[in-house]
């Protein structure tokens, strides 16, 4: 008996799931109506936690990100500023004198405590070897700064929005930068070179240089931007396929609100 009615409850079920999916329902939901009333309460009831929890999260990442971005502006002035891109390698065995040199400014060591500088930033004249690189260095220190500034938008505009702004701000700044890098050795035959290197300068070769930490610097700033740039873009896809349909209105500007 129990076989039987187990068979005959099958073939119910078999028939009404059969005639759910010729109407377009879906056969559980067509058998247990009351299981999408009890779906649609616990979706009310976990939906304000699920949108508490991604705006943490989100604002955790958003946070270290807006201070990674700030250290990349920070590294930019210190690239652009300091006059340490190459210097020599052990003057008392090359014959040559001891100094650094930057992209506005030649510093070489004297019999003061204070190394004799040449040039400065305070002129806005760099080097005649180093013009272009200092453009491009500048362009990118400008970028970074303006997708800096752009953090105040969070306030005004959609995370998403912003997100994007600023992550093709860093992608130019990055590539900027890189174009510098790659620049900077073709230019070392020049008279500033070979004052403090010697004769022994070409492009891409010191001489007795080699180069310094403003320049291993500057390559570290094209990686930190690139990441950053990625991450930008990452965060302002997520942004809104990572909640659910009813929240993605209200989570608009909650990032970075107070």
Same mark, same amino acid.
């Given at each position: 008996?129990?076989?039987?009615?187990?068979?005959?409850?099958?073939?119910?079920?078999?028939?009404?799931?059969?005639?759910?999916?010729?109407?377009?329902?879906?056969?559980?939901?067509?058998?247990?109506?009351?299981?999408?009333?009890?779906?649609?309460?616990?979706?009310?009831?976990?939906?304000?936690?699920?949108?508490?929890?991604?705006?943490?999260?989100?604002?955790?990442?958003?946070?270290?990100?807006?201070?990674?971005?700030?250290?990349?502006?920070?590294?930019?002035?210190?690239?652009?500023?300091?006059?340490?891109?190459?210097?020599?390698?052990?003057?008392?065995?090359?014959?040559?004198?001891?100094?650094?040199?930057?992209?506005?400014?030649?510093?070489?060591?004297? *019999?003061? $405590?204070?190394?004799?500088?040449?040039? /400065?930033? !305070?002129?806005? @004249?760099?080097? =005649?070897?180093?013009? +272009? #690189?200092?453009?491009?260095?500048?362009?990118?220190?400008?970028?970074?700064?303006?997708?800096?500034?752009?953090?105040?938008?969070?306030?005004?505009?959609?995370?998403?929005?912003?997100?994007?702004?600023?992550?093709?701000?860093?992608?130019?700044?990055?590539?900027?930068?890189?174009?510098?890098?790659?620049?900077?050795?073709?230019?070392? *035959?020049? $008279?500033?070179?070979?004052?403090?290197? /010697?004769? !022994?300068?070409? @492009?891409?070769? =010191?001489?007795?240089? +080699? #180069?310094?930490?403003?320049?291993?610097?500057?390559?570290?700033?094209?990686?930190?931007?690139?990441?950053?740039?990625?991450?930008?873009?990452?965060?302002?896809?997520?942004?809104?396929?990572?909640?659910?349909?009813?929240?993605?209105?209200?989570?608009?500007?909650?990032?970075?609100?107070?």
């Amino acid at each position: 008996m129990a076989a039987t009615a187990l068979r005959h409850c099958l073939s119910v079920c078999v028939c009404v799931c059969e005639r759910g999916r010729g109407r377009g329902l879906h056969p559980v939901l067509h058998l247990h109506p009351h299981i999408l009333r009890h779906s649609d309460t616990r979706r009310r009831f976990f939906l304000p936690q699920l949108q508490t929890e991604f705006v943490r999260s989100a604002r955790a990442v958003g946070v270290l990100w807006a201070v990674c971005t700030l250290c990349l502006a920070i590294i930019q002035v210190v690239v652009l500023v300091q006059p340490s891109w190459v210097g020599t390698m052990d003057p008392r065995h090359q014959g040559a004198h001891s100094g650094t040199m930057g992209l506005f400014e030649v510093c070489v060591e004297s *019999d003061w $405590p204070v190394p004799d500088c040449r040039g /400065g930033l !305070s002129s806005l @004249s760099p080097l =005649p070897s180093f013009q +272009s #690189v200092a453009v491009l260095v500048g362009v990118s220190l400008w970028t970074v700064w303006t997708s800096v500034l752009c953090l105040c938008l969070f306030r005004f505009c959609s995370a998403a929005t912003v997100y994007k702004i600023c992550g093709w701000l860093q992608l130019t700044a990055g590539f900027c930068l890189a174009l510098a890098c790659l620049l900077f050795p073709d230019s070392w *035959d020049g $008279p500033e070179m070979r004052s403090l290197c /010697g004769d !022994s300068v070409s @492009s891409f070769s =010191p001489g007795s240089c +080699s #180069v310094h930490w403003a320049f291993i610097l500057a390559i570290l700033g094209v990686l930190d931007a690139a990441i950053l740039a990625t991450l930008a873009f990452v965060l302002a896809n997520r942004q809104d396929a990572l909640l659910p349909p009813d929240t993605k209105e209200v989570t608009t500007g909650l990032l970075m609100s107070a």
